[in-house]
């Protein structure tokens, strides 16, 4: 179906956006297939160790949130974005002198650690910075759009950067990686400066608890069905290991690929349907791709998993987005942002500790079958949501 030319000149002033995300989210992808089984193999510390360290960036994005939201409310959303791009390119240079030091597995895991949570505060920056750029470039109007092309730029770049840095590490070893990140996010930093970005909005700034309590009830119910996300990304090398199986970042290619044509394809269910209804028919799509990761007796069904888990989870954030934003001011839109990605964030520090300790008392498979039962309680929460709304 051919887009209007309104219609297209939103999409397009949307991406002009949101690359800025794909840049940082390329930086993402590259480690997080490679990161875990550096830590467990070649430095020697368990699995929980490994999922520890992934969740460290997700963490740093959570506490940074509030910090995030004030940035792009009160400063601007252009230069949250270049101080996410700057502590991407600290995270690079930190990253390739850990991977300098693997000799010394204690130093290397701390500077390790380091550059996740600096690459965690970039992320928030960035992620905020960008949505609520095209939110004021496109209009409150266009929030479930906004919201959807971001999504589709992270995990786009992620299915992109996950094989990219296996293939990376096994031409150019892991020191390829922070070498990788640096030259990405100083490339991002170059052609965002003649970008003009747009008027920081006026009026009432909500404290950050009051913005973030009217969000909660919509973020306990993302961040339920996220974890299924965190176990996946964190763990899906290991699983694979642990059940003899190679290929893992492919896994994580058809979790990105199904995710970006669900938008592709239904995106305007949303706004059709209503963010609730939305919601709930992707959080079974979910829970039926856990199952199967669960139960997967070969990679094949585990890639069938791993791609309706995918399709399931993508409509899952702007969908409820577009019904928390509502509950704020336009003045607090960062704010909202900021205490929405809270919840996503939250579910992925959650997801690294949680499942590595679920994972070495009942083994691996059992960690997708625990992420299905959260996203069915998600799936409640949000029934219940969308009967106090109607």
């Known amino acids: 179906m051919s887009a209007t030319p309104s219609s297209l000149s939103i999409t397009l002033q949307i991406v002009s956006i949101v690359f800025y995300t794909f840049i940082a989210f390329i930086c993402i992808g590259l480690p997080i297939a490679v990161i875990p089984s550096y830590v467990h193999e070649q430095l020697g510390f368990s699995a929980m160790v490994a999922g520890v360290t ?3 960036q997700y963490l740093a994005t959570l506490l940074s949130r509030p910090f995030a939201g004030r940035v792009s409310d009160n400063v601007g959303t252009k230069r949250a974005i270049v101080l996410g791009l700057a502590g991407i390119l600290i995270s690079g240079v930190l990253t390739f002198f850990a991977t300098l030091a693997q000799s010394l597995p204690t130093l290397s895991l701390s500077i390790l650690i380091a550059s996740r949570l600096l690459l965690g505060v970039a992320q928030g920056l960035i992620g905020v910075g960008t949505i609520s750029w095209c939110m004021g470039a496109v209009g409150a109007e266009h929030t479930a759009r906004s919201i ?6 992270s ?9 990219l840095g296996v293939v990376m590490v096994a031409h150019y070893g892991y020191v390829s990686l922070g070498l990788a990140l640096s030259v990405l996010a100083a490339l991002g930093l170059v052609l965002i400066r003649n970008k003009p970005s747009v008027p ?12 973030f309590g009217r969000i909660a009830p919509f973020g306990a119910s993302l961040c339920l069905a996220s974890i299924g996300y965190g176990t996946l990304t964190t763990f899906i090398t290991l699983y694979y290991l642990n059940r003899g199986w190679a290929g893992a970042a492919y896994c994580l290619s058809v979790f990105g690929v199904c995710f970006i044509l669900s938008r592709l394809l239904f995106i305007s269910a949303i706004s059709r349907f ?7 028919a992707c959080m079974f799509i979910e829970t039926l791709g856990l199952i199967l990761l669960w139960l997967a007796p070969t990679t094949g069904v585990a890639l069938l998993g791993a791609g309706l888990t995918g399709f399931g989870l ?6 409820l987005g577009v019904e928390a934003i509502r509950q704020v001011p336009n003045s607090s839109r960062g704010a909202g942002l900021s205490a929405y990605a809270v919840f996503f964030d939250l579910a992925l520090a959650i997801a690294g500790p949680l499942m590595g300790a679920i994972a070495l008392n009942l083994g691996y498979g059992w960690i997708f079958f625990c992420a299905a039962l959260l996203s069915v309680s998600a799936l409640g929460v949000t029934l219940l949501l969308k009967r106090r709304a109607y």
Do not use: C, H, K, T
């Not at 920081?200 to 913005?211: M, N, S, W, Y």
């Not at 209503?274 to 709930?280: E, L, Q, T, V």
């Not at 993508?314 to 969908?319: E, F, G, H, K, R």
């Open 54 to 56: 992934i969740a460290a």
């Open 274 to 280: 209503s963010g609730f209804r939305a919601a709930i």
């Open 314 to 319: 993508s409509l899952v954030y702007p969908a």
């Open 148 to 153: 959807s092309w971001n999504g589709i730029a």
């Open 155 to 163: 995990y786009g770049a992620i299915a992109i950067g996950a094989p």
């Open 200 to 211: 920081v909005v006026r009026g009432e700034r909500l404290p950050f608890l009051a913005v």
